[in-house]
C-alpha cells in the first residue's frame, strides 16, 4: 500500500500553549485511520494543520500528500487536492435544498447562470452514492441528522475527494444511522478512498478503524494496528488517559429509599401537529437513591417526555399527574418544576444550558438566584463563594470562576450546568445525555458526581443514547420506543441484546 | 487546554502579578477605552474652541441638551441587553410632549397630574408594543418600526399639525430650572457645590469599601495605580463640574434627575437579580426560559420602562422647548441607540453597562456640541459622527476577535 499523506513533526504553538508538539501521521492510501484522544487533545488542531485552517507558516513541520509538500494557504487549497472534512457541527444551509447545499461554492454553472438540469442529475447519482433516498429538491432542514451528514458527504464526494476526514460523525446519531455511517466509510474504502475517523466512540472505532492513532496532551502517543484483534478498547483508554481505567464506570453501592417521584398517564401532543403524540401515556416512578435510566433511540420521545414534564417546555395538550412524595405538583412552569424539587439538565447545553458568554460564577445562580440574594439585591460574596464551593465539589478546572464558560472544554461545561442545577436544590435530577461530546476522562468524573449525588439520596433519571452508559451508571432501565414506555429492566438482568430486541418488537407490533 | 495550565498556584507569585495586570486591562480595555476616548474628545474641543467647551455656561447647555438622550439611553441599553431594539422612542417622546401641550395649554389642566398622565400613558405604549415582542414573538424591530410610525402620525393629529405652547412657568422648570440657592451668596450656588463634593465623596466612599471587602475575599483583580486614577479622575471631575456649574446657576433640575436615574438604573443593572436575569435572556435565551426565569414578562418590563423614560424625556424636551411641535423628536431613536452602541453594548444582547451608555451618549453630546461651536456644518456633523460610532463598534469586534 502507498502512503497517500505524511505529517512529520507537527508543531503548532499558540500563545502560551503548546497545541501539538512533534505529531507524526501517517495514513495509508485505502484505509481507514482512526484519531483518537481526549477533548484537548490536539485532534482538532491537526486536522485544522492538515486543511489549511492554519495556513502553511504558522505551524512548523511538513505535510506531504501523495508524495508531494504541500503548502496550503486556505481550506480551499486542501479541497483542490481532494482533502475534504466534515466537522461535527455540519456547514449546511438549512433553508436551502439537497441540491443546492452539496453544489453551494462549486455550482454547475455556465456563465453564472445555473444548470438546474445537471445539478439535479449530479445530484441524484451523489446520494445513491451515499444511499440516501431523498428527492434533491427537499429542504435540508427537514431531515434529520443522520440524513444531513450523509448530504455533507455527498457534499464531499463532489469534489474528487481522495481524503475524507470526518470529526465525530456520530456522536448525535442513532445506532441505526451511525452503523449505516460506518458501513459507507467501507465502502469508500474498497473505492479507494482514505479517510481519518475522530471519534470517542471506540466500539465504532474498533469495528472499522485499519490503523489507530493516539494522541495526548498534543503528541501521538502510539500507533495501534485496529486489525489486530489483540488491541482492546482498554489498551486505547489507557494510552488516551496516560492511565489505566480499570473500569470505566465508578462503582455503587446502591441504598434505594421511598418513591419520590411518581410520574403517571403522561401524554405530550406535537406542537406544530396537535393530532400526533409524542409522549404516550407514560407511567413511571424513581425512589430515592435510585439512577433510573431511559433508553431509546434517537426520536424516541425521550427528550419531549422531560421537557414537557419540566414545565411545559415541550408539547401542547399535555395532560397526566405528576407525584412528589405521593402528593401531586404543580408543574406547569419551569419555575414552579424547581420549586417542586424537579430539575432537568438538557442534552444541548450550548443551545439551552448555559449562558456561553457569562462567566462561571454567574452561570451557576441563574436556576436560584434568590439562593445568593438578600431581598433583590445580589450578594456578590455569597455568589463567589457558591462558585468555589462547587469547583471543589464537583472538580471544575478552570483558571478561576471569572472565566467565561464558552472558553471550557465540553467536561467542563457540563459539570457547569450540574452546579447550577445542584445549587437549584433538586430532589429529583433529570440528565439529557449528560456525557454527550465529552472525553473519556471527563465522562468517568461525570458518572463518579451521578454516583454520589445518589448515594446522597436524590433520585437520578439519565437519558441516555449510549447504552453501555446506561448499563454502566444505572439501577434500573426503561426502555421508551415511539413516545411509549415499552419495557422496564432491573440494569442487573439487562443487556444491550434485550433492550435492543424490546425495541425492535415493540415497533413491529404497531 | 493542557492540564498543567489548570494546575496554576493559587498565590500569585511577582511575574503572575504583572501578567494579570496586562490581562486586566486586556478585559477591560472596552471599558477604559471609551472613557480615555471621551476625555481625548473633550480636550480636544476644549483646546480647538479655546476653552469655550468646558465653560461653565456651556456646560450647562451641554447637560440641557443631552439630558433626554442620556434617559433615553437608560432605558435602550435594558432594551439592547435583553437582545432586543426599540426605534418608536424618537416617535413617542414626540407624541407625549404634544399631549402634554394639549393637556396643560389647551385643557388647562394641573402640571403635575398632566405630567403624571404622561408617564403612564408612555409606560401604557411600551407595556403595548412589548406584549407583542415579548408575549407573540413578533420581531421588536418590526413592531417598534410601526409604533414609530404611528406614533409620529398621532403627535401630528393631536397637535393638528401646530405648534402648541407656551407652557406655564411650574413647567418650564424641569428643563430649565436650577436649584435653589439657598445659602444666598451672590453669583455662587453653594448648594450646588456641596451636593457635587458630597456625591464625589459617596462614590469614594462605595468604590473604596468595595475594594476592600473584594480584596478580603481574595478575588480583586484591579491593579492599585488602575483603582486610584479611575476613582481620583471621577471625583475631580465631578467636583470640577459642579464647581463650574455653581459659578453659573447651579444644577440644573434635569442634572439632579438624570443622576438620580443613572444611579438607579446602574443598581438595578449591576447589583440586583432581576438585572441578572435581563442580562442572561440577552445572553441565552432559551438557557434562561429552563432556568425558571419568566423571560417573557422581563422583556415586557424592558419595553414598558423604556415607554416610560420615553415620555419623561418627552417631558424634558417639551419644557426645554417651551413648546411641543409636530417634528420634536424626529429621528432621536438613532441617537440613543448609537450612545449605547458607542457604550459597548453588543447587538446580540448580553453585553453593555449603564456607564457606558451614559459615556457613549456624552461622547456624541461633546462632539455636537463643539462642532457646533466651531461652526462645523450639519452635513460634516452627520458624517463625522457616523465614523465615530463605527470606529467605536470595529474596535469592540476587533477587541473581542483578539481575544
Known sequence: ?510 | MSQEALHQPAVASPERRSALSAGFFRKHMREYGILFALIVIMAFFQIVTNGILLKPINLTNLILQNSYVIIMALGMLLVIVAGHIDLSVGSVLGFVGALAAVMIVQWHMNYVLAGILCLCVGGVIGALQGYWIAYWKIPSFIVTLAGMLVFKGLSLWVLAGQSVGPFPGGFQLIASGFLPDVFGIKGFNLLSLLLGVAVAGILLFFSFRSRLRNRAAGHDDEPGIVFFARNFILAGAIVYIAWALSTFRGFPNVLVVMALLIAVYSFITTRTTIGRRIYAVGGNEKATRLSGINTERLVFLTFANMGMLAALAGLVFAARLNTATPKAGLGFELDVIAAVFIGGASMSGGVGTIMGAVIGAFIMGVMNNGMSILGIGIDYQQVIKGLVLLAAVIFDVVNKNRS
Not at chain 1, 124 to 152: F, M, N, W, Y
Open chain 1, 1 to 510: 500500500m502507498a502512503t497517500i499523506l505524511e505529517m512529520r513533526d507537527i508543531t503548532k504553538t499558540f500563545p502560551g500553549v503548546v497545541a501539538l508538539d512533534g505529531v507524526n501521521l501517517k495514513v495509508e492510501e485505502g484505509e481507514i485511520h482512526a484519531l483518537v484522544g481526549e477533548n484537548g487533545a490536539g485532534k482538532s488542531t491537526l486536522m485544522k494543520v492538515l486543511s489549511g485552517v492554519y495556513p502553511h507558516g504558522s505551524y512548523e513541520g511538513i505535510i506531504e500528500f501523495k508524495g508531494e509538500e504541500c503548502r496550503f494557504s486556505g481550506i480551499a487549497d486542501s479541497e483542490k487536492r481532494g482533502i475534504i472534512i466534515i466537522h461535527q457541527e455540519l456547514a449546511l444551509v438549512p433553508l436551502l435544498s439537497i441540491a443546492e447545499n452539496i453544489f453551494l461554492g462549486n455550482e454547475r454553472a455556465n456563465g453564472g447562470v445555473i444548470d438546474w438540469h445537471e445539478t439535479f442529475q449530479r445530484t441524484c447519482q451523489l446520494l445513491a452514492k451515499v444511499g440516501l433516498k431523498e428527492s434533491p429538491q427537499t429542504r435540508v432542514s427537514d431531515l434529520g441528522l443522520g440524513k444531513q451528514q450523509l448530504v455533507e458527504i455527498a457534499k464531499a464526494l463532489s469534489k474528487e475527494v481522495k481524503l475524507l476526514i470526518l470529526d465525530e460523525p456520530t456522536s448525535s446519531l442513532n445506532e441505526t444511522d451511525s452503523e449505516a455511517l460506518l458501513q459507507l466509510l467501507l465502502e469508500f474504502k474498497a473505492a479507494g478512498i482514505s479517510s481519518i475517523l475522530i471519534s470517542h466512540k471506540l466500539n465504532e472505532i474498533s469495528k472499522v478503524a485499519d490503523t489507530i492513532t493516539v494522541l495526548r496532551d498534543g503528541s501521538a502517543v502510539s500507533t495501534l494496528d485496529g486489525t489486530n484483534a489483540g488491541v482492546s478498547e482498554a489498551d486505547i483508554i489507557r494510552d488516551m488517559v496516560g492511565r489505566s481505567l480499570n473500569d470505566r464506570y465508578p462503582p455503587r453501592s446502591p441504598k434505594i429509599g421511598e418513591t419520590i417521584f411518581e410520574v403517571s398517564h403522561w401524554t405530550a401532543h406535537h406542537p406544530q401537529q396537535p393530532g400526533r403524540k409524542i409522549v404516550d401515556d407514560v407511567s413511571f416512578q424513581v425512589r430515592a437513591g435510585e439512577v433510573v435510566g431511559i433508553a431509546g433511540l434517537m426520536g424516541a420521545g425521550r427528550t419531549e417526555l422531560a421537557m414537557s414534564i419540566f414545565g411545559r417546555s415541550y408539547g401542547v395538550n399535555i395532560s397526566g399527574e405528576v407525584k412528589m412524595h405521593g402528593r401531586p405538583v404543580d408543574v406547569s412552569t419551569v419555575h414552579r418544576a424547581i420549586a417542586a424539587g424537579i430539575c432537568y439538565a438538557t442534552e444541548d447545553r450550548k443551545s439551552y444550558g448555559l449562558v456561553l458568554d457569562d462567566t462561571i460564577r454567574r452561570n451557576i445562580p441563574l436556576a436560584n438566584l434568590t439562593g445568593i440574594a438578600n431581598g433583590i439585591v445580589v450578594d456578590e460574596h455569597k455568589e463567589l463563594a457558591v462558585a468555589r464551593d462547587y469547583r471543589e465539589r464537583i472538580r471544575i478546572k478552570c483558571s478561576s470562576t471569572a472565566q467565561e464558560v464558552v472558553n471550557l472544554s465540553g467536561g467542563n461545561q457540563q459539570k457547569v450546568v450540574l452546579a447550577k442545577w445542584l445549587f437549584a436544590g433538586p430532589e429529583v435530577l433529570i440528565l439529557d445525555e449528560p456525557t454527550r461530546g465529552i472525553d473519556v476522562g471527563a465522562k468517568y468524573e461525570i458518572y463518579s458526581i451521578i454516583a454520589e449525588l445518589a448515594a446522597s439520596g436524590k433520585a437520578i433519571v439519565v437519558i441516555s443514547s449510549e447504552m453501555p452508559e446506561l448499563l454502566g451508571v444505572t439501577d434500573r432501565v426503561y426502555v421508551m420506543n415511539e413516545g411509549r414506555f415499552v419495557g422496564e429492566l432491573p440494569t442487573s438482568e439487562a443487556s444491550q441484546e434485550k433492550i435492543m430486541s424490546l425495541i425492535i418488537r415493540s415497533g413491529h407490533r404497531n
